[in-house]
């Protein structure tokens, strides 16, 4: 079992920034592949980014490339989320989840989710 847990959401003016954290407890994160998606109201849950266990391998979707940046601290059981310039339609309850393996782009492929933190980019 892994228990995840987010933090760093809040309320932001379009083009600032944040970072999300996700804590991860139990067994030894640095064996997991971490993803982060998001879920608008009204909306399905999307995916967003992932990375690799040991972060060599990262992916992003299309809509926040070049602006998020993922990334890990195993030594500290925790992940990351920066999102610089962000837009009113980043707003969402955004999610980090694990799986054991390959990092996947598909939110049915990860076994642990945290609980959601909340991003609100106001115009």
């Known amino acids: 079992q892994v228990q995840l847990v987010e933090s760093g959401g809040g309320l932001v003016q379009a083009g600032g920034s944040l970072r999300l954290s996700c804590a991860a407890s139990?067994?030894?994160?640095?064996?997991?592949?971490m993803g982060w998606f998001r879920q608008a109201p009204g909306k399905e849950r999307e995916f967003v980014s992932y990375?690799?266990?040991?972060?060599?391998?990262?992916a992003y979707a299309d809509s926040v490339k070049g602006r998020f940046t993922i990334s890990r601290d195993n030594a500290q059981n925790t992940g990351y989320l920066q999102m610089n310039n962000l837009k009113p339609e980043d707003t969402a309850v955004y999610y980090c989840?694990?799986?054991?393996?390959?990092?996947?782009?598909?939110?049915?492929?990860?076994?642990?989710w945290g609980q959601g933190t909340q991003v609100t980019v106001s115009s």
């Open positions: 989840a694990a799986r054991q393996g390959l990092p996947s782009a598909r939110r049915y492929d990860y076994d642990y």
């Open positions: 139990g067994r030894t994160f640095s064996r997991y592949a």
């Open positions: 990375i690799s266990w040991g972060g060599a391998t990262t």
